[in-house]
């Protein structure tokens, strides 16, 4: 937005008056300090004389360099007394590929429903001892084990150990 504003030479003021945004609102946005809504995208992008796709899509406005924090609660995908999964990859994009962190304390367990046909699922272990189940068959995981397996099938990932297990996930929709 910073930069379609100095394009046109436009002050925070300029854009204000053509958008009904706030100024204050446009100047947190531009700090990255404030999310806007839908509708308030859409007069920015109106502002502009542009759609929404092609504000969202305009190379420059946003950065390509996407963060995901530690702390963010929007990305713990689950959270229980047993199992933790936290999300590693955009929740905005459409995608082939998902990635996540999943911690599974003693006993803990996730279990799945078979995913779409030909999806397949890549697990490596960080930490402590983990089952893996593809179907009817099974193999077990120490830290530094790799493994794939069918996920178009009914699965699940156990902590097979004494103590904390923590592996990182990566799906493949196909």
């Given amino acids: 937005m910073k930069q379609l504003r100095s394009d046109r030479n436009w002050s925070l003021e300029a ?31 109106q502002a502009f004389g542009m759609s929404l796709s092609e ?21 713990h995908y689950r959270s229980d007394d047993h199992c933790r999964i936290r999300t590693l990859s955009p929740l905005n994009l459409e995608k082939d590929v998902e990635f996540y962190e999943v911690e599974l304390q003693p006993g803990g367990a996730l279990r799945s ?10 697990l490596t272990v960080v ?12 193999d077990t995981l120490h830290h530094g084990d790799s493994t794939t397996y069918r996920a178009d ?22």
Avoid: C
């Fill in 127 to 138: 930490k402590g001892l983990v089952k893996v189940e593809s179907n009817e068959d099974t």
């Fill in 153 to 174: 099938v009914p699965h699940a990932i156990l902590n097979a150990g004494k103590g904390e297990a923590l592996v990182f996930l990566v799906v493949i929709y196909r």
């Fill in 113 to 122: 429903a078979p995913h779409f046909e030909g999806t397949r699922e890549f």
């Fill in 15 to 45: 854009l204000a008056g053509a958008s009904g945004v706030s100024r204050s609102m446009l100047s947190e946005i531009e700090r990255e300090q404030a999310n806007p809504t839908l509708a308030v995208t859409l007069r920015i992008a």
């Fill in 55 to 75: 504000l969202i899509e305009t190379p420059g406005v946003s950065s390509s360099i996407t963060v995901i924090r530690h702390h963010d609660r929007a990305f």
